[in-house]
């Protein structure tokens, strides 16, 4: 007999018929033998909803009223679900996260989980009963309602998958698992069968929505196996699982992009030390995450230009905090450019494999797609081009890597 997390995502309970699905694909695991904790997103849209309701009421609506608010989309999911369960003759019971409980910090909004306790789940399954809990949602040691940022319930199922020391975490979506890119922009998106926790996390990092990428180093830290499968389709799905599982076949495994990105270009700063720390402190303190970084120093090594990039909605506070520090910088000009994209090709094969670098450039090159900037890593290479040339250089990129 195993022990398994089933984790069913906002679209797989989206709608009552939808729930009604689940709650069959739950009895059919459970009448296996195995013994099931499922894991509930709210119903999609639900939490947009209740946010935009909160955004009506005040812009710095309080982080801790908005817990509360945010994580009552679950427990409405999670009461459903595990009536649909009893309906169709399997003992169940929902959980919510104050009530096991999940135990988080207070950084609300976007908390972290530091305990589970697992007692009286583990004794309601070992009597052949399915518990269902409320993802994304814990409580602080202030006995406050918590939640853990977006599509935290993919954190929820692994941090319960690691407590209850589970044989297998299964995240059920709308897709039939973990794609070579994103199907909506390229029809020939492929299933890919294993993929490595590091590349997954790139993956997800770089804008692959099928888990979150908190979810995925939690599950690489503790080793947890993840099997990303669909609600409406029986194939295979996904396996993650660790790197020295997989036989790589092809250098690149994935194309991933996010859209909405801006680049900032500060203009005439002297080169000396410590110019870069006084630009990014005062960005970092206002919690302005930065991407890609380039630095170019003038011929004559007295003057610099310092580049980065940034979410296009952090655009218009990087701006203002710039020229708050404009005499501590000692800058000429800036300049930004928005509506840009990033896009990425993913794959632990280019750890021995010289050449990519060059094969990715050209072929963009060749369908005139210009590079703005670049980043990469072991396992990954990213570049920043122009929103709208997105979907042709991911198109380029799938079949000049033999992804088609």
Known sequence: MKRLVLKFGGTSVGTIEKIKKVANIIKKRFNE?????VVVSAMSGVT??????????????DN???DVLLSSGEQVSCSLLSGALIDLGVKARSWLGWQIPIVTNDNYTSSQIMKIKTDEILNFISKKSVAVIAGFQGISKESRITT????GSDLSAVAIA???QTDSCEIYTDVEGVLTTDPSINEKAKKIDKISYEEMLEMASLGAKVMQPNAVQASMMDNIPIHVRSTFSEKSGTKII????IDYKKVVTGIAY????AKVSIVGVVDKPGVAADVFEPIGKNNINIDMVIQNTSLDGKNANITFTIKQEDLKRTLSIIEKNKEKINYNKITYDDKLAKVSIIGAGMIASPGVTHKMFRSLANEKINILAISTSEIKISVLINENLTQKAVKTLHKTFDLN
Not at 33 to 37: P, S
Not at 48 to 60: G, R, V
Not at 148 to 151: C, E
């Open 162 to 164: 690691k407590f209850f």
């Open 48 to 61: 947009d909803e209740l946010k935009a309701k909160s955004d009506l009421i005040s812009k710095n609506f």
């Open 242 to 245: 660790p790197e020295s599982e």
């Open 64 to 66: 801790k009223e908005l």
């Open 33 to 37: 033998g195995d013994e099931i904790i």
């Open 148 to 151: 853990l940022g977006r599509g």
């Open 258 to 261: 996010s859209k909405g990105n």
